[in-house]
């Protein structure tokens, strides 16, 4: 359950944020939400709502928002969308593929009184 | 005067999710959650740094072994080099004691309910091996192949370690943290004659996901491999050391 630490963490952006900007309550989170970022929504959810009890998020609406992730073939260079760790090259076969994006998690939108 | 956010509207029946827009404004932000952990990971490398310090964070379900790799290997290292363990579990001393039977210096976390190490803890317990330098640190992490993956530490190196008891399709099933991984240990094979477990099939499965992942079998019981083990860490500690120089001598500064 390490998306209760991460929500933790999240609050504490927002608290850095509501100094930052000038804010005193945060209404609704937009959250990207890589496919390869280890985190499971509803557990983010859950922990979202323990975590911002008696904050300044407390009742705010978490938005997961799905990226996709895109990785590299290492034999022949394709470059496509994947959506899991099994990869497989979708042009060539090849196993041997580099994640370029999807491991993240990033608060791209704040809705904040 | 609202309940809710202190304004001096009362036309509302405490709904923030309604009351909400009257007041509210939109902010484009790019936060990386992993930020606040990066944070405390970067001040952890910085630092491992400066005390030339290769760090190593080893990671496996519980009961895999790593208490016993360690208490095997290290004090034929001890003799070598300084070595020094940070041992993470929720509960009980048992491991960082394990390893000072051994004659190493050991300092336990506990974390609690905390089902992984994470930076900011791991910076406390470097606190109190300042004069540890020139060495090799092992941070043995809590027992779990899931939540330790997503959490930098400031380490060197990741170790994952799977035991044959575990079964070969571990890497499939828990690919976060052998993504993240440089090097797999397989523990246990004197055991493997006796579960079914594929050993091959276990290191296609694992390249499946780190297509770069290194890997080394072995036994901490009979000791079988145990000199690969030695020789993969003995390298990157050599490595290290030599860096560590050359960053010196560019500045001028006495090796």
Not at chain 2, 91 to 97: P, R, Y
């Amino acid at each position: 359950m390490h998306e209760l630490s991460l929500c933790r963490g999240l609050i504490q952006l927002l608290q850095e944020q509501a100094q930052q900007q000038d804010f005193r309550r945060v209404t609704a989170v937009w959250l990207e939400v890589g496919p390869l970022a280890a985190v499971e929504p509803a557990a983010m959810a859950f922990g979202f709502r323990a975590a911002s009890l008696g904050t300044l998020a407390q009742g705010a609406r978490l938005h997961l928002v799905p990226c996709p992730a895109r990785a590299r073939c290492r034999a022949c260079g394709h470059c496509m969308e994947i959506q899991s760790w099994e990869m497989v090259c979708s042009e060539c076969g090849s196993t041997r593929l580099q994640i370029l994006s999807g491991q993240t998690l990033t608060i791209r939108e704040l809705e904040v009184e | 005067m609202c309940g809710i956010c202190g304004c001096n509207q009362t036309d509302h029946d405490g709904d923030a999710q309604r009351h909400g827009p009257a007041h509210a404004r939109r902010l484009q932000v790019e936060l990386d959650l992993f930020s606040l952990n990066d944070r405390h990971a970067q001040a952890n490398r910085e630092r491992f740094a400066s005390q030339q310090v290769l760090v190593l964070n080893l990671m496996s379900s519980p009961g895999s072994g790593k208490t016993a790799l360690l208490s095997e290997t290290l004090p034929a290292q001890q003799a070598k080099w300084p070595v020094a363990v940070i041992e993470g579990d929720q509960q009980t001393q048992n491991d960082a004691e394990r390893i000072r039977a051994t004659g190493v210096r050991a300092v336990q976390i506990n974390t609690g309910k905390l089902c992984h190490l994470d930076a900011h803890l791991v910076g406390h317990a470097v606190d109190e091996l300042e004069d540890f330098e020139r060495g090799v640190l092992y941070i043995e992490n809590v027992g779990n192949l899931v939540c330790p993956a997503g959490f930098d530490l400031g380490e060197a190196a990741r170790v994952v370690i799977l035991s044959v008891t575990e079964g070969d399709d571990k890497p499939l099933k828990y690919p976060d943290i052998f993504h993240s991984a440089q090097l797999m240990v397989i523990n246990k094979i004197d055991l493997a004659p006796y579960v079914d477990f594929d050993q091959a099939q276990c290191i296609a499965n694992a390249r499946r996901i780190n297509p770069d992942i290194e890997v080394i079998a072995l036994s901490a019981r009979t000791g079988e491999g145990l000199q690969d083990w030695q020789a993969w860490v003995e390298q990157r500690y050599r490595e290290r050391i030599s860096r560590q120089c050359a960053c010196a001598s560019d500045q001028q500064a006495p090796c």
